[in-house]
C-alpha cells in the first residue's frame, strides 16, 4: 500500500556533504508532513528535519545551519542535504511521513533506513 524508501547515505569525513533521499510508493494515499530522524548506537530516535505539506520547515538545534529539508510534492519525495558534517552526526537515519491513506487513516509510515558515518 504505501512504502518509503531511504538512499544517499555512506561513509564521509568530517566536514564533508551528503544528500539524503526519500521517496514514498504505493496508491491511495495524501502526504502530509514528513521529516528525517535518525538513531545513533545506544541512543534514542530523534527528530532531525521535519517539512509540512506548505513546505514549513523546522530543525533540531544540533542541525540548524547545516542541514537543509527539502520536498518535490509531484515526485513524492523529500530530501535532507547535510553539509559540514561532524561525527557525532553518525547514525541511522530514517524517513518519515504523515499520510492519509483511504483504509488506515492519518498514520505516520518509516522507511527501511539508511546509515551515514562520519569519519573524524
Known amino acids: 500500500q504505501v512504502q518509503l524508501v531511504e538512499s544517499g547515505g555512506g561513509l564521509v569525513q568530517s566536514g564533508g556533504s551528503l544528500r539524503l533521499s526519500c521517496v514514498v510508493s504505493?496508491?491511495?494515499?495524501?502526504?502530509?508532513?514528513m521529516g528525517w530522524y535518525r538513531q545513533a548506537p545506544g541512543k534514542q530516535r530523534e527528530l532531525v528535519a521535519r517539512?509540512?505539506?506548505?513546505?514549513?520547515?523546522t530543525y533540531a538545534d544540533s542541525v540548524k545551519g547545516r542541514f537543509t529539508i527539502s520536498r518535490d510534492n509531484p515526485k513524492n519525495m523529500v530530501y535532507l542535504q547535510m553539509t559540514s558534517l561532524k561525527p557525532e552526526d553518525t547514525a541511522v537515519y530514517y524517513c518519515?511521513?504523515?499520510?492519509?491513506?483511504?483504509?488506515?487513516?492519518?498514520?505516520?509510515?518509516w522507511g527501511q533506513g539508511t546509515q551515514v558515518t562520519v569519519s573524524s
Open positions: 518519515n511521513g504523515l499520510l492519509y491513506h483511504l483504509v488506515s487513516g492519518l498514520r505516520t509510515y
Open positions: 504505493g496508491s491511495g494515499f495524501s502526504i502530509y508532513n
Open positions: 517539512i509540512t505539506k506548505t513546505e514549513t520547515t
